[in-house]
């Protein structure tokens, strides 16, 4: 049971360092879009790829293993009226923004039944609101699991769920269509996608229960540290000896790598970012969903028509920093003016 001594839990809700933090693995994931680019195109050198797969990609189980962290330190978290108010507000939002890239982005698709269709038979979500589905589906299955069984079971499902996805990725070519279908990540389809993050979610709620300071979460950081050596040094040998940077195996070493971290990560900013801190800035709590709802827009939308002849002669990474640091500042800004702004903030 959680203790009411844990001064992580205790300070959770009310912290400046891990809203830095979560701020930090926004930007994060902006990079990753920004610099996944040439990894799709195979134009990025092996180190380059790695960055790209682990170096990056950590930020996205550590925003749903904080999620679920405050699942599982919420008071009232087994209520119907809890989960109500959660999965409303997260479908509000995903409400929303569907909306937005429905109506501005650009779609390959050429009319607006095959986008209609796309949306709502098919199920696949507009660019990076998959995650907000996904965030929809682990909270409610957590839910579901530790009102009626216990938070044993749920790390059980958890954990069931991750081998199963990795062991698909790493057994793909023996597994057929559905193997490559995993291996691909299916274009991030939101009701599939859950099978890997309620791993994390599942910690997270562990780690929320339990408190994040507590004797097994300090064993769970170290054992993730070690495991992320292990996993790296499994990586550069098998590349040594000749696997293809996108050969399963590889693709299943990175995919455990990047989820350790992103765990190890979050149990490093509960522990270390938030004693004491209380959150002085309003607005600095909805920035990272800002960054990442909006970051999407401007990549495509803008900084194609603003970024100066100078700035796209120096080559690939000099753009890519631009496009990183320009995209996050313009959310910045449009995130202050939604949160000034009332009738916005319930969307944000």
């Not at 994931?29 to 797969?53: K, N, S």
């Not at 000099?318 to 995130?335: P, Y």
């Amino acid at each position: 049971m959680q203790t009411t001594e844990d001064p992580v839990t205790r300070s959770s809700r009310r912290s400046l360092g891990l809203d830095i933090a979560r701020v930090a693995a926004a930007v994060c994931i902006v990079a990753l879009h920004v610099f996944d680019v040439g990894v799709a195109a195979g134009t990025a050198d092996p180190l380059t790829v790695w960055i790209v797969a682990v170096g990056l990609r950590w930020a996205i189980p550590f925003f749903f293993v904080l999620a679920g962290f405050f699942h599982g330190s919420h008071p009232g978290a087994s209520s119907v009226a809890w989960l109500d108010k959660r999965c409303g507000r997260l479908l509000r939002v995903f409400v929303a923004w569907t909306a937005v890239y429905f109506f501005f982005m650009p779609s390959t698709d050429t009319t607006l039944g095959m986008r209609m269709g796309r949306l709502f038979i098919n199920g696949q979500t507009y660019y990076t609101l998959w995650f907000l589905g996904s965030l929809i589906a682990c909270t409610t299955v957590a839910w579901v699991v530790l009102r009626y069984v216990n938070v044993r079971a749920l790390l059980s499902l958890g954990a069931g769920c991750g081998i199963l996805y990795v062991g698909a990725i790493a057994l793909s070519p023996a597994l057929g269509p559905f193997g490559e279908y995993v291996r691909s990540q299916a274009g991030f389809w939101w009701y599939s996608t859950p099978l890997y993050w309620l791993a994390f979610y599942a910690v997270g709620v562990w780690l929320g229960r339990t408190g994040a300071s507590a004797p097994p979460a300090r064993r769970t950081a170290f054992l993730g540290t070690l495991a992320v050596v292990v996993l790296a040094s499994l990586r550069v040998a098998a590349v040594v000896c000749g696997t293809s940077v996108a050969s399963p195996l590889v693709q299943s070493l990175d995919t455990l790598t990047f989820g350790i971290l992103g765990v190890v990560a979050a149990l490093g900013a509960l522990n270390t970012l938030m004693r004491g801190s209380e959150r002085r800035v309003p607005w600095l709590g909805a920035l990272p969903l800002g960054i990442y709802l909006m970051h999407p827009l401007i990549l495509v939308m803008a900084l194609p028509r603003i970024t100066p002849t100078f700035i796209l002669a120096q080559g690939p990474l000099v753009l890519g920093i631009w496009n990183v640091v320009i995209a996050s500042a313009v959310c910045t800004v449009a995130t202050i003016v939604i949160e000034r702004f009332g009738p916005l903030r319930q969307f944000l």
